[in-house]
């Protein structure tokens, strides 16, 4: 079993970040040790779940991302996540985790099976807490899931993750040649795709002129990448800017996004344009994209 499928060394990743931002930023330590919280059990549920597919034999490995969950591996750990939440996330969602745990493991089942078959794609069919408690619980699955899955060969460029058809948490740009190359970061699985530079993944927009990109001063590495026709935006980690090798999973401006991506901050991704919107001032970039 590597580090990549256990994916031990990111987690811890992940936590260092949450920590180091709590650090810096007070208004926001709740959620930020409450994201702790919730990559230490991640972490740990990752790493039971590689063991567990390490055990069986190579034809029982799934053919595509969206096949039956592995509830022998997954459904043991769902009493002590809903537990982790009960000790430690904010009140209400304290509550739901209390409320879904005194429930029959059949309703756990049905919970987790409901949200799996359109994860990632129609999150706002349900509650955002039940939402929420699906999505956080079957996150390492999936991620741990699209490790194992071919990549589909790319023929053209898709808005949506190519491998479980959920939308971006960020752009990544990438050193090519005397620029960057464009891809997505998947806000399910965690998998990166590759897509057009000039264009906009949410309504298609191709005009240059129709896609603005911000930049603060403070975070030269963090791009803003909106759309002045459906009024979107993208966050991108510009990794031609930045000069020390990070992960564009552990750059993105709040690891809280990473198990919540619709979590309503003014700046979240894929959100509505409201350059500014954060404490930080973001100046329109007047260079060319690429
Ligand atoms: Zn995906
Ligand atoms: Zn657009």
Redesign the pocket.
């Known amino acids: 079993m590597t580090a990549i499928q256990t994916g031990g060394p990111e987690y811890d990743a992940r936590i260092r970040r949450a920590e180091r931002l709590a650090a810096q930023h007070f208004f926001a330590s709740e959620f930020l040790d409450f994201y702790k919280h919730i990559a230490a059990f991640q972490k740990s549920l990752r790493a039971s779940i590689a063991a567990s597919s390490g055990a069986k034999s190579q034809s029982t490995a799934p053919v595509e991302m969206h096949a039956p969950l592995d509830l022998t591996v997954l459904l043991p750990h769902f009493r002590g996540f809903l537990s982790t939440l009960e000790q430690h996330a904010p009140p209400a969602l304290a509550k739901s985790a209390q409320q879904m745990s005194l429930l029959p493991s059949d309703s756990w089942i049905a919970s987790l099976e409901a949200y799996w078959q359109h994860a990632g794609k129609y999150d706002q069919q349900v509650g955002a807490f039940a939402q929420f408690l699906a999505r956080a619980f079957l996150q390492p699955y999936a991620e741990f899931r699209a490790l194992l899955l071919p990549r589909p060969p790319i023929v053209v460029t898709t808005k949506i993750c190519p491998l479980c058809g959920a939308r971006p948490l960020s752009g990544v740009l990438r050193v090519e040649g005397d620029g960057g190359k464009r891809f997505l970061l998947c806000s399910f699985c965690f998998q990166e795709w590759e897509f057009r530079r000039i264009l906009?993944p949410?309504?298609?927009?191709e005009a240059e002129a129709k896609l603005p990109v911000y930049i603060a001063e403070q975070l030269p590495h963090i791009r803003v990448e909106a759309?002045d026709?459906?009024k979107?935006y993208l966050q991108t980690v510009d990794l031609t800017k930045s000069p020390l090798s990070i992960s564009p999973k552990t750059a993105t401006p709040s690891p809280w996004w990473m198990i919540w991506p619709q979590f309503r901050s003014p700046c979240g991704p894929m959100r509505r344009a409201i350059p500014g919107c954060s404490r930080t001032s973001w100046a329109r970039d007047l260079g060319e994209h690429g």
């Not at 949410?202 to 927009?205: V, Y």
């Open positions: 906009c949410t309504c298609g927009e759309c026709t459906c979107f």
